[in-house]
């Protein structure tokens, strides 16, 4: 068989990386990639833009492509699947309709609410004064949220109420995420601790992968400015039997329930980015329509059957037949930027060619930002790599990936000396 992976990050090298280990897959294609699919055997990387969704058609055509797995949200907030289904043909991920759940904060919110999933008080506003008049009913910290895709940078936490007001300011007036910010949700601030919850779904049925959790602020300690996320470990302790009950049941159930009742049924990746408080209360923060990134380098190292035939059961409404085998290590991925990540990355520089990384089951390095220029690795993007171990324990592991760390950094490579540290807390 042949499939196509659309998009170019880590997220879509490691699903590449798996499909190609299927026994049922003879070729990979990625559209666009990076240097790291374009080096991976059996796959091969192909210069369509992601968003090129007739380009992409035509290419799956010609090529005898039988299926295509969809990594990032912007073709799927734009109806790839709807494109693709339109011309008979197979790609997995969440129709616009369900896309939306990333694609608008105040969809997804308005959704939330409507099927009693646990989520923060918030309120709506296009106007900027009557945004800031609501911060009289507030306390701080409080969450201000641009409505559409803003590349992880939508959400802001104000710490007092200048800053708030510069915000709603930034969004609303100065559109500082252009029509991504013609709404904003003004939201309570939950104490807590982050976790990723991710599903595949068949549209009836689905199978929770491992807990994760990552880190998306861009120093150690997590502090700083958020990014698309500095590293990820799976799985997440904090996570324990009974909660990731109270999860499925509080939240997972019911959003694939209401979805369904509303005529909708979700199929594809759908991850629920919630916030654990210390009572183990759950709250939605957000939704997003596709699996994460970094979380799914760490996921799929664990991951011991066949990626491929899931993507094709839940394509054909067979999950139900299928029990995933998961490695029972913990894994970790750091991500390795480009200085002056999130906001300024220096791009252009040259990245080691890791040939001397040796291939073996416990250490794998992804690529993100990076691309083959004159037979070199060169960085273009904000996140360039995210270097993976699988260990015995979450120590372990993050001994591991550490070590390949220093020997792949580069002289200008930004990461946190600290994933994994939440959870060894
Ligand atoms: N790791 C966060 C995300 O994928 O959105």
Redesign the pocket.
């Known amino acids: 068989m042949k499939v196509l992976v659309v998009g170019n990050g880590g997220r879509e090298h490691a699903l590449a990386w798996k499909l190609a280990q299927s026994p049922i897959i003879k070729n990979v294609y990625v559209a666009t990639g990076n240097a790291g699919t374009y080096r991976e055997p059996k796959v091969e990387n192909v210069a369509i833009d992601p968003l090129q969704f007739e380009q992409l058609t035509d290419f799956v055509k010609t090529q005898h492509i039988d299926f295509t797995v969809v990594g990032p949200e912007a073709p799927l907030v734009a109806g790839i699947v709807d494109y693709f289904t339109s011309k008979d043909l197979l790609c997995l991920g969440p129709t616009a309709v369900n896309a939306q759940l990333e694609g608008s904060k105040v969809f997804s919110k308005a959704f939330m609410q409507r099927h009693g999933i646990p989520t923060a008080r918030s309120q709506v506003f296009t106007d900027p004064e009557a945004g800031k008049q609501y911060l009289a009913k507030c306390t701080y910290p409080l969450v201000i949220k641009a409505d559409g895709l803003a590349s ?1 940078k939508g959400v802001v936490i104000a710490t007092d109420e200048s800053m708030a007001k510069q915000t709603i300011d930034e969004i609303l007036s100065q559109k500082r995420f252009g029509e991504a910010g013609n709404q904003i949700i003004i939201e309570d601030f939950i104490k807590g601790e982050e976790v ?1 919850f991710i599903v595949l779904c068949d549209g009836e049925h689905y199978i929770p992968f491992p807990t994760s959790q ?1 880190h ?1 602020a861009r120093d150690d300690g997590d502090k700083g400015p958020n990014t ?2 500095m590293g ?1 470990y799976s799985p997440a302790p904090l996570v324990n039997e009974q909660l990731h009950a109270k999860i499925l049941s509080e939240v997972i159930e019911p959003t694939l329930k209401g979805l369904a009742l509303e005529g909708n049924p979700f199929k594809g990746f759908l ?1 629920a980015g919630l916030m654990i408080s210390p009572n183990q209360d759950i709250h939605v923060l957000e939704y ?1 329509c596709r699996f ?4 799914t380098q760490p996921i799929l190292m664990r991951l011991q059957s066949d990626f491929a035939q899931m993507c094709l059961d839940a394509l054909h409404g067979k999950l139900s037949l299928y029990t995933p085998q998961w490695d029972p290590q913990f894994a970790i991925g750091v991500v390795l930027a480009a200085n002056g990540y999130p906001d300024r990355p220096q791009l252009g520089d040259v990245c080691p060619t890791l040939n001397d990384i040796p291939a073996n089951d416990f250490y794998k390095v992804f690529h993100a930002g990076t691309k083959i220029e004159e037979g070199k690795i060169t960085i273009s993007g904000g996140r360039v790599l995210c270097v993976c171990a699988l260990g015995d324990t979450l120590l372990d592991a993050k001994t591991k990936a550490y070590r390949l760390v220093k020997k792949v950094a580069w002289d200008s490579v930004f990461y946190r000396n600290d994933i994994g540290d939440k959870a060894l807390k």
Do not use: V
Not at 292 to 295: Q, S, V
């Open positions: 992880g990723s990552d998306k698309g996320g990820a991850y997003n994460g990134d970094p979380e």
